[in-house]
């Protein structure tokens, strides 16, 4: 197997290869330690790359999906709740287009999110969401899903097929704290 191998090696680079003596006595702990080392360096090179390919790759599943259903702006919208702090929504939906701060009560601040599909705007005071509104914006023309339509928090209604009447209705389920 060894004439075998050193046979192809001859072959494919055209050189008499040999080994010296003082060349399989230096593969000794040094050389380990070097191949270690860049093993090592390779290993480090490797899981940083895969850590881009990961955020690459789950970016484009999002892009796809976001074409064809509304599972990632409907998981994006429920994971929004009165009282979250501003920091973690911005973790998901990310920085604001727009702020500005109420004229009346300064300590307010109104926070527009425009995305393709839907407007979001969160009402800030202290650093918490003091309240939200969610307005779906039209369709794209010879797009493959319809227009986003959330579902109304503690109903079993849709933000755009319902209408307030009906979406509120006699229903004591939840209540308005001004």
Not at 43 to 48: F, P, Q
Not at 124 to 144: D, K, S
């Amino acid at each position: 197997m060894k004439g075998l191998m050193e046979f192809i090696l001859q072959v494919v680079t055209g050189n008499h290869l040999q080994k010296d003596d003082a060349e399989t006595e230096s593969s000794g702990w040094f050389s380990g330690v070097i191949r270690f080392i860049v093993f090592c360096a390779f290993l480090l090179m490797g899981l940083g790359n895969w850590s881009d390919s990961k955020q690459l790759l789950t970016e484009a599943y999002q892009g796809f999906i976001t074409n064809f259903t509304h599972k990632v702006e409907d998981k994006t919208i429920a994971n929004i709740h009165i009282g979250n702090y501003l920091k973690y929504v911005e973790k998901s939906v990310g920085m604001p287009q727009v702020i500005k701060v109420s004229e009346r009560q300064n300590d307010l601040e109104y926070r527009y999110y425009k995305k393709n599909k839907y407007l979001l705007i969160l009402i800030a005071q202290e650093q918490r969401i003091a309240a939200m509104m969610l307005h779906t914006l039209p369709t794209e023309e010879g797009a493959f899903v319809d227009r986003f339509n959330p579902s109304i928090p503690f109903t079993d209604h849709k933000l755009v097929s319902s209408s307030i009447d009906e979406a509120i209705g006699s229903s004591n389920e939840f209540f308005f704290d001004n």
